[in-house]
């Protein structure tokens, strides 16, 4: 981290509920085709620009993110407080069935963005993959969130799915598509 912050742990007693701020405002999201053909299914995921800037804030969900919803069992968090605020945190729970550590929050404050503290909380996230020794991180964002895309590539993360009616029934046509993204220790590379 280019500033001198410490990464706490957010106990579960203390941060249950806290509503997580994330928010954003992009000119660009990847449109995502599915076409059915004889041999199969075409998927294509392109970057394009929106027509006006689009911004997504917490309080337009009916269901805002906040810690350790009760569904996601044995959820951890992590975060970064400044004068007793808390400006950056990251959450996983272990997927058990898949031996996968999913990351259920990871947000940064905006005035604290592109100091590297993305980069450290997500090192908090892959080092308890390695110690707990889940086979791969993985995470979900949006189709229109294409910083967030960018900088989950440039961690190392790469594209394994995508849910094109997780948030309505026009994701497709919003240009919401939940991307499902994943990061495999050395060890655990998928064969390609």
Request: charged residues 30%.
């Amino acid at each position: 981290m280019k500033a001198d912050y410490e990464i706490v742990p957010l106990p579960k007693e203390q941060w249950k509920g806290y509503v997580v701020p994330i928010g954003y405002t992009t000119d660009e999201y990847y449109d995502i085709s599915i076409t059915q053909t004889p041999k199969g299914f075409t998927v294509n995921m392109e970057k394009k620009k929106f027509e006006h800037p689009v911004t997504h804030t917490p309080e337009e969900y009916d269901f805002p993110d906040k810690l350790y919803e009760d569904w996601w069992e044995k959820a951890c968090a992590w975060g970064i407080l400044a004068d007793g605020e808390l400006i950056a945190a990251i959450e996983t729970a272990p997927e058990e069935y898949s031996n996968r550590l999913r990351v259920t929050e990871l947000w940064v404050g905006k005035d604290y963005q592109k100091q590297g503290i993305g980069h450290a909380l997500m090192a908090v996230a892959k080092e308890q993959a390695k110690r707990e020794r889940k086979r791969a991180v993985i995470l979900e964002t949006q189709s229109c969130n294409v910083n967030a895309i960018g900088f989950y590539l440039h961690e190392g993360f790469t594209l394994i799915g995508m849910d094109s009616c997780c948030y309505k029934n026009n994701d497709l046509e919003r240009r919401e598509v939940r991307v499902e993204l994943g990061w495999f220790p050395e060890e655990e590379k998928p064969r390609e």
